[in-house]
């Protein structure tokens, strides 16, 4: 795992289109209009709450809100051993995360990974982002386990303009 906090946002541009919908949402092939990596980028990076869906063992969805970090095009957040989403990310290492809003949509398709807690210079930068964003240092007890949700799919949209913004990347 790399270990630099490098933006994504400042990564080249990857191909985008738009996202795969019924006809009648109006979706047009042309992609005037539609938004840019980089800023999606921004807005994963500024989030202050990122909600996770896993999947429980009998098909059911879980969905809970987390703190994270958006690091070399991944989300990093934490969560406790034992907990619903540990136990289904052990079974099924697949996530979706979602930004708060609704409105200006950001859902990312994601395959996750644990965090090496060992990693000391990972820890340490991610420790000085939580201090910056969150005002507190990052808490690591032998209960805590960071995962890493790097997306394969990014799909994006602004109410306000949809479908016109609406985005699709294939990041894997």
Same mark, same amino acid.
């Given at each position: 795992m790399a270990t630099?906090?490098?933006?994504?946002?400042?990564?080249?541009?990857?191909?985008?289109?738009?996202?795969? /919908?019924?006809?009648?949402?109006? /979706? =047009?092939? %042309?992609?005037?209009? +539609?938004?840019?990596? =980089?800023? +999606?980028? %921004?807005? &994963?990076?500024?989030?202050?709450s990122y909600w996770i869906s896993t999947t429980r063992p009998d098909g059911r969805p879980h969905a809970m809100p987390v703190w994270g970090f958006w690091m070399d095009g991944a989300l990093i957040f934490g969560t406790g051993r034992g907990t619903v989403k540990q136990r289904n990310l052990a079974r099924n290492p697949q996530a979706i995360v979602h930004l708060e809003s609704g409105d200006d949509a950001v859902i990312l398709e994601c395959d996750v990974v644990e965090v090496d807690l060992s990693d000391q210079a990972l820890l340490r930068t991610i420790d000085r982002a939580s201090q910056h964003k969150y005002k507190m240092p990052l808490l690591v007890v032998p209960e805590s386990l &960071?995962?890493?949700?790097?997306?394969?799919?990014? &799909?994006?949209?602004?109410?306000?303009?949809?479908?016109?913004?609406?985005t699709r990347w294939v990041l894997k």
């Open positions: 630099s906090a490098r933006k994504t946002s400042s990564r080249k541009e990857p191909p985008s289109g738009r996202p795969i /919908m019924p006809p009648f949402y109006g /979706m =047009a092939k %042309r992609k005037k209009g +539609t938004i840019k990596w =980089a800023d +999606t980028c %921004r807005k &994963l990076e500024k989030s202050r &960071l995962f890493r949700a790097i997306p394969r799919v990014a &799909l994006a949209w602004r109410e306000k303009d949809f479908p016109k913004s609406a």
